[in-house]
């Protein structure tokens, strides 16, 4: 079975380019997560969609970073601009939530996107 | 509020000998804890997870943890350890809403010594 699919696997930009990475969850799925690996900060939630709608993206950083899921099968996450401090890895992931308490907390990862901002 | 406190930043065992990873954890509710594993270049992947129900959790690859309520522990352990097992590991905690409430530790990375 296919697991999520994240493109690309490698980036690498210069400072002040878009950059835009791509997500395509497993199917069935009706969350979807974006995170961000550091190794200063560890794994952060930036995003997570339910049904295609944003939830809450506190964790967004600030106004360059923007995600959009305009289908149940994809989803983008989009730096403009991107600085250095941008450099991470950024995994999506996705689950079936059942809107109710205690869904089961597995979430499945993609293999995630190396960024580098030169 | 929730948090979950991994003791150990790298924890190096020999090929063959026990694993201990230790994993301390606060929550406001009764917590669901899961530990994640990622190997190199990898997303992370479930190993196992404790809902409330045995307080004895076993997982794939031979791993197993004890949830500890007086302790608020979850240590993950492995009676031997093999070579494939080199890896980061994550115990993650979860507040009783939700996929999207899960609070990752910091990580311990896991070195098998030949």
């Known amino acids: ?118 | 509020a929730q948090s979950v406190t991994q003791l150990d930043s790298h924890v190096s065992v020999s090929e063959g000998t026990p694993v201990l990873l230790r994993c301390n954890y606060s929550s406001s509710y009764s917590p669901s804890l899961f530990w994640y594993v990622q190997h190199p270049n990898k997303g992370l992947q479930l190993l196992l997870k404790y809902t409330s129900a045995a307080t004895l959790v076993k997982g794939i690859n031979g791993f197993e943890a004890e949830f500890k309520k007086s302790e608020t522990s979850f240590h993950l352990t492995k009676p031997s350890a093999h070579m494939s097992d080199a890896a980061e590991y994550f115990c993650v905690v979860s507040a009783p809403f939700g996929n999207e409430k899960l609070t990752f530790g910091t990580g311990t990375r896991l070195t098998i010594i030949p």
């Open chain 1, 1 to 118: 079975d296919a697991g999520v699919i994240q493109s690309p696997r490698h980036e690498v930009t210069e400072m002040g380019q878009e950059v835009t990475l791509r997500c395509k969850p497993i199917s069935g799925h009706n969350s979807l997560f974006w995170y961000r690996q550091t190794m200063m900060r560890g794994l952060e939630l930036l995003i997570y969609f339910n049904n295609n709608v944003p939830i809450d993206d506190s964790g967004m950083p600030e106004d360059r970073f923007s995600a959009k899921m305009p289908n149940a099968s994809f989803s983008t996450l989009k730096i403009q601009p991107s600085e250095p401090r941008d450099s991470a890895v950024y995994f999506c992931a996705s689950s079936f939530s059942s809107g109710r308490f205690f869904d089961t907390g597995e979430l499945f990862f993609g293999e995630g996107s190396r960024l580098t901002v030169l």
